[in-house]
Each structure stands twice: as structure tokens, then as C-alpha cells.
Antibody, heavy 121, light 107 residues
Framework: EVQLVQSGAEVKKPGESLKISCKGSGYSFSSYWIGWVRQMPGKGLEWMGIIYPGDSDTRYSPSFQGQVTISADKSISTAYLQWSSLKASDTAIYYC??????????????WGQGTLVTVSS | DIQMTQSPSSLSASVGDRVTITCRASQSISTYLNWYQQKPGKAPKLLIYAASSLQSGVPSRFSGSGSGTDFTLTISSLQPEDFASYYCQQSYSTPWTFGQGTKVEIK
């Protein structure tokens, strides 16, 4: 059974750094693109970026380029989303999501449970 | 970036109603259009992929159509468990983009 299990909720202060994780199981982690999606409180879904764990090829949405870093460690089947300096506007639920073996043309077929990040002074 | 525009942003309907949600892409995306359902407090769930293919386990009252720039999600007979938000998403090119969502509420 394919599963994406995300790390737990975080409460941080503005300016702090953070790295959240998403561990995949039940499939060949290295062979599928895995992405991150933001959902701000009461708002819709925003695609942030995606990584291919096999070779760490990474694509970012222009809206998030330079604001976050996406990485993956295929040896432990885990993808990461990190911030170097959080802002209050980063408060949101972050979902990891599995794409396909190609970066385009395929849907997101599995989602993590979401990680709530709260940034408040 | 390809912009995805959904309409309506919300709608009220009764159990048994036929519901249609539309999604328009800012350029042709062939049939690389997917639909997701999201219930409050839950992760989204894939309903339809490649514009018209029903994901395994999804009830047949859900259907999708369209190609190029115009797409439709139809629920043939709305059930109580269908009250949720629905999003379209293009996977034709990166950055992938979502529509702004349609909230289906009980009338």
C-alpha cells in the first residue's frame, strides 16, 4: 500500500528556520516525482514545487522559487520542504503529493496527511 | 504559467441534483486535466485524471469531459457525501497549477 506520512504540526516564530518531512512507503520512492502543495487557512491549493528523488531534479513554482527549498534523501525514502526564515504568511497546511515517473502528464495519485505550520510571534 | 479558472466558486445544491463545474485553461493542455475532491480537514483525493478517466474506487456518478482549454466535472446525482470542495489541476507542464476551487454546499 502506497503511503506518504508527514511530520507533525509545528509552531514557530517569525525568522526561525524549519524543515518538514514526508516519508514514502509501498512503492519505489526514487522513481516517482514528489511535490509539495500549500493550503493557506480557508484558501485553495497552491503547487509549490516537485522533486525526482532518483536524481534530485527539482522544479519550483515561480511564486515559491527562492522562498523554500525542496530536497529528498532516497536512502530513507523521505522528501523535505524547508524554510530559512519563516514569515507569518507561511502559516498554512503543507501537503506532500506523489506524481508520476514523468514530471508532466500524470496526476497526483497519493497525498500525505498534511503538516500544519503556524508562524506567530 | 498556465492559469486555471474554475466556475462557479461556490454553489448550493440538493441531494439528487445534477451538478456541473467548469474549468478553463489559459492555453491548450490537451487532456492533461485532473479533478480532486477535498473535504474539510482532509487531504485532497483524486477523482478524475486525463480529463475523463475515473480513478479506481470513485463512484460512477462522477464524470469528466473536455479537451484543449475547456473542461467539465459532472456529478450526475449529488449524494450527501459529495458536499466538499473540488479543484481542477493541469499536469501538462510545470509549474502545475490548480483552479481556485468550487465549494459545493447543501441547499
Amino acid at each position: 500500500e502506497v503511503q506518504l506520512v508527514q511530520s507533525g504540526a509545528e509552531v514557530k516564530k517569525p525568522g526561525e528556520s524549519l524543515k518538514i518531512s514526508c516519508k514514502g512507503s509501498g512503492y519505489s520512492f526514487s522513481s516517482y516525482w514528489i511535490g509539495w502543495v500549500r493550503q493557506m487557512p480557508g484558501k485553495g491549493l497552491e503547487w509549490m514545487g516537485i522533486i525526482y528523488p532518483g536524481d534530485s531534479d527539482t522544479r519550483y513554482s515561480p511564486s515559491f522559487q527562492g522562498q523554500v527549498t525542496i530536497s529528498a534523501d532516497k536512502s530513507i525514502s523521505t522528501a523535505y520542504l524547508q524554510w530559512s526564515s519563516l514569515k507569518a504568511s507561511d502559516t498554512a497546511i503543507y501537503y506532500c503529493a506523489r506524481g508520476g515517473s514523468t514530471v508532466t502528464y500524470v496526476p497526483i495519485d497519493y497525498w500525505g496527511q498534511g503538516t500544519l505550520v503556524t508562524v506567530s510571534s | 504559467d498556465i492559469q486555471m479558472t474554475q466556475s462557479p466558486s461556490s454553489l448550493s445544491a440538493s441531494v439528487g441534483d445534477r451538478v456541473t463545474i467548469t474549468c478553463r485553461a489559459s492555453q491548450s493542455i490537451s487532456t492533461y486535466l485532473n479533478w480532486y475532491q477535498q473535504k474539510p480537514g482532509k487531504a485532497p483525493k483524486l477523482l478524475i485524471y486525463a480529463a475523463s478517466s475515473l480513478q479506481s474506487g470513485v463512484p460512477s456518478r462522477f464524470s469528466g469531459s473536455g479537451s484543449g482549454t475547456d473542461f467539465t466535472l459532472t456529478i450526475s446525482s449529488l449524494q450527501p457525501e459529495d458536499f466538499a470542495s473540488y479543484y481542477c489541476q493541469q499536469s501538462y507542464s510545470t509549474p502545475w497549477t490548480f483552479g481556485q476551487g468550487t465549494k459545493v454546499e447543501i441547499k
